[in-house]
DNA sequence: ATGTTTCGGGAGAGCGCTCTCCCATGTGTC
DNA sequence: GACACATGGGAGAGCGCTCTCCCGAAACAT
């Protein structure tokens, strides 16, 4: 706008020294006579004055903001967005961080290919220091334009091949590890799974460990169908797996929304869960705790991720640069009446 | 970051014309010859330049982006914000109208004292051109700060008494007039009301419309009893309306919430709804239609109001200054279960 | 052929800030 | 008393961009 306040100039004048040494006061204080101090600070309160930031970010190169970017390729995103608890914690273990460091949290959502493009060009033009990026889909492009724009990013989740950023992920192997013995514990023998597109770097890590931990463990082989993470392929998949291997006694599910579209089949076969059947889900989301009957499925630690990525972003911008590191995390089982 | 990315003067080098005309060509072209056009967006992409906002800003006084913000006095925000579909709404009203203007909008949340001071900061810093404020509550300090540090302000409900800015509301009058004919209409003879503190301006213009409205009809005096718009408020109101007036017939309450509380109560002193009792609440939250039975309620065009309020705010920085146009919207009823 | 307008494009002055010099004081040492 | 050496604070050079001038050349009118 036009509000063209008072400067540094102004205040300087007002309180009778020179421009420099109100900034030294404004900013981190350094040599300067404490009633000098106290003399800038009045003159500050006296004319209203806020620091010109454009100004300051064109010397300094620093906005002291940081983008937390939510993005996403499918349609009707921001329905999805404000529904999912899954961001609200993603949300409550970013802010703290930035708040303690004084950095301005700035949301911003990438609904459409538009979106993305415009959001990059901001952000290339120095909207922010960095960028929190949370992609909802695996192929996002977002990340790779981010990076390639040389912007210091840290994603939730494993960056796809080629693009080089910092992260922090779950260890899929280990929850799909917790999903296995706790499932064998409650004595299941012929448990079986429903994976994910091969694709999908993170299906891939669950089902590797779910049938790792179970041959550990002394199991037989373990039936697998392939499902696309959606409920009506659960479903398909939970069919699929019936026909074949009708004697199974326990399924583990690549995420909650196959984990429930199994458990919809069984009730439609009439089969009782988890009287003759057991199935486990993963991520925990709304959709677990909603399901008939509640899921028992593996949970992330979504808010340390979350302040552990923004803490990974604040180094590289310590730094000067953008960096690499990562960070995995272990998951947590969350046991409800489904196993 | 330190990434000194090309300036205009190494893209005017490369292209061989002044620092000027790269400016000419890279905002609204004016008077350039087109195959010096070319070779200077030729030179652009072959720097991969990207034009520095904060030295833009600098001298044009605009950010081009512009603020949304959330705010709340409350506790467990984030929580409240990522799983009510209303702020999706918004978003959804408000970025459309943002992105065809090129604006780049930036959602900004605050959670707590510190918080807001700190957003406003930014804000006076010249973080965004201006603000399109959704206060969550009646009491909310946030939009009486902005507008005093001098920030175009648009806010989602009116603002409070000596804060000057623009502002879109509902017509809570007409949309209790609504509730009032739906249940007069369905034969209803004897309604209540539950309302809320006489502080709410919203819930007095709901009280008052209910009651004039059916006045306007014919009805005798009614009954009202107060909550404080939560459920369990709701509840214990309604059991002093029962206890106090046997005979009533429906029950309009200023909010969704309270609804369900009247409903929960209906439900444990035997009283069917809408069989003997109709309720309406007013909202259309989530829990309207998550509740037994789904509510009927007075619905508020949430999307086309968030755009007329970015509107108001683009008209705003058009002018130059802050501004204080208004506009008041038509609620619509959603009849389910309840009434 | 000269004067007048139009049009394209360059020069250069800032926008408000930070930060590196550098100078003017004090303070300590022999 | 002469020297070194902190210490506080001012001067001024940019950061990268926009935008107002201004000038040269081409197009038109006289």
């Not at 996403?72 to 273990?93: I, Y």
């Not at 992609?135 to 724009?149: I, K, R, S, T, Y």
């Not at 179970?214 to 998949?237: N, Q, Y």
């Not at 009782?272 to 709304?286: E, R, T, Y």
């Amino acid at each position: 706008m036009g509000n063209r306040g008072p400067t540094l100039e102004d205040v300087a004048r007002e309180a009778g020294v020179s421009r420099a040494t109100v900034s030294r006061v404004v900013n981190g204080v350094r040599n300067v006579a404490p009633e000098i101090q106290e003399a800038v600070r009045a003159a500050v309160a006296r004319t209203g004055y806020a620091p010109n930031q454009a100004a300051r970010s064109l010397v300094t190169r620093r906005t002291g903001a940081v983008a937390l970017v939510l993005s996403a390729t499918g349609g009707s995103f921001t329905a999805r967005l404000f529904s999912d608890p899954f961001f609200g914690r993603v949300v409550d273990g970013v802010l703290p961080v930035l708040r303690e460091r004084a950095v301005q949290p700035v949301l911003l959502v990438a609904e459409s290919e538009p979106a993305r493009l415009q959001l990059v060009d901001y952000l290339r033009r120095g909207g922010a220091d960095g960028a929190v990026v949370v992609p909802l889909d695996e192929e996002d492009p977002l990340p790779g334009m981010l990076v390639a724009a040389g912007l210091p990013t840290v994603l939730f989740g494993r960056p796809r091949p080629g693009v080089r950023c910092g992260w922090v992920d779950l260890d899929n192997a280990a929850g799909a590890r917790l999903a296995a013995e706790h499932l064998w514990a409650s004595g299941r023998r012929r448990p079986a799974t429903i994976a994910a597109p091969v694709s999908a770097p993170t299906a891939r890590e669950r089902l590797d460990g779910f049938t790792a931990a179970l041959a550990a463990l002394g199991a037989g082989p373990v039936p697998v169908e392939r499902g696309r993470f959606t409920e009506e392929s659960g479903r398909d998949a939970m069919a699929r797996l019936l026909d074949r291997h009708p004697d199974i006694d326990a399924v583990f599910a690549a995420n909650d929304l196959m984990a429930r579209g199994a458990c919809r089949h069984l009730a439609e076969r009439g089969v009782a869960v988890p009287g003759s059947v057991a199935v486990v889900g993963f991520d925990d989301s709304v959709a677990a705790r909603d399901s008939a009957p509640p899921l028992t499925t593996v949970r992330q630690p979504v808010e340390e991720m979350a302040a552990a990525m923004t803490g990974l972003l604040l180094e590289q911008l310590d730094a000067g640069a953008p960096g690499t590191g990562a960070k995995v995390f272990a998951p947590v089982l969350v046991v409800r009446e489904s196993a």
